[in-house]
């Protein structure tokens, strides 16, 4: 189903293509015009088509408080009378790296447009993730046991039909790129995109917001669904991803001091806002990359959007 404004305008950043030396684009998903825009409502195009096909009444899902994901799958349930609920955390992590240091976004942003567009939000205390899937599926069961219908949805919309929405969005911007930078976390725009460029000249390189070193299994398992839902088996091995994970900074959803000066960088040079979470430590990577030589030629930066996180956050020490 149509949600999303596309194709999503491309362009180059004239400014800092002449000040880093290199012909660096952007590929703004923070203007997908749904919701507040930004990358989700590519994967939600599939998922809640087919939620619908299905015949279910609600979908439940989970995340951080400040999730982009429970926003935009809030609206498209209440513009396709669906009903949505969503088990949320402050700040969810995993057990293995301990709850990461520093002040967590959580009210403001996100919380506000959850709530206008009728998402039923469940707060539980701080905790590894595998307790917020848990808290996700106990809250299916409850609306099960009621009657209802209900489907669950991976956290940020990274099932095989997420990662699929963005194989097919790289035909957006086509070939002829040396590299494609985009953050990644849960792993479907990643791994999408990587699927989509595997064995051409475009290296994805992947900037992780989240410590975890397994994600890249993540990203080995949703190309393969890929594989499947499309019927071209390429057979992706964790090598055939560039996972970097220099700039997580303290951990998942706590910003980090390179990733607010990259905001900065973006919006006094470009007039483009990143968000905090994603975009914004992504693109301090990229920064770090072409300042070290590991990215030249003609680059393109992928924006996730997250724009909303900006009203969560307080304003920088100076």
């Known amino acids: 189903m149509r949600l ?13 293509s002449e000040r880093l030396g290199i012909e660096l684009w952007i590929k ?23 939620a619908l096909e299905s015949g279910v009444d609600r979908l439940v899902t989970c995340g951080s408080r400040q999730s982009n994901f429970v926003r935009q799958l809030g609206a498209a349930c209440a513009v396709h009378n669906l009903k949505c609920s969503a ?19 959580a009210d403001g942003g996100n919380v506000i447009l959850d709530d206008w567009f009728g998402v039923e939000l469940r707060e539980f205390p701080d905790g590894d993730w595998l307790d917020l899937y848990a808290h996700a599926d106990a809250i299916a069961d409850e609306y099960r046991a009621r009657g209802e219908r209900v489907q669950v949805v991976p956290v ?8 699929y929405a963005f194989a097919q969005a790289a035909v957006e911007v086509g070939e002829g790129w040396d590299a494609v930078v985009c953050p990644t976390s849960s792993g479907s725009t990643h791994a999408g995109l990587a699927w989509a460029y595997l064995q051409s000249r475009t290296r994805v390189v992947g900037v ?78 990229l920064l770090d990359m072409v300042g070290s030589g590991e990215l030249k030629g003609r680059v393109l930066f992928w924006h996730t959007g997250g724009m909303p996180t900006l009203f969560a956050i307080g304003r920088p020490n100076r």
């Open 28 to 50: 703004r998903d923070d203007l997908t015009g749904f919701a507040g825009g930004g990358n989700k409502g590519r994967k939600l195009e599939y998922i809640v088509a087919e």
């Open 156 to 163: 940020g919309g990274s099932s095989p039909m997420g990662a």
């Open 208 to 285: 992780s917001c989240d410590p975890e070193e397994d994600l890249a299994d993540d990203l080995k398992r949703l190309s393969d669904g890929i594989d499947v839902l499309s019927g071209v088996a390429k057979g992706m091995v964790k090598s055939d991803f560039e996972f970097r994970r220099e700039w997580v900074g303290a951990g998942y959803n706590i910003p980090s001091d390179a990733g607010q000066a990259a905001i900065e960088t973006l919006a006094k040079s470009e007039g483009i806002l990143l968000d905090p979470v994603y975009s914004g430590k992504a693109f301090a990577g």
């Open 4 to 16: 999303c404004c596309l194709p999503t305008p491309c362009h180059r950043l004239d400014h800092l």
């Open 87 to 105: 088990a949320v955390m402050v700040l969810p992590y995993d057990n293995a790296y301990g709850k990461p240091e520093g002040t967590a976004l």
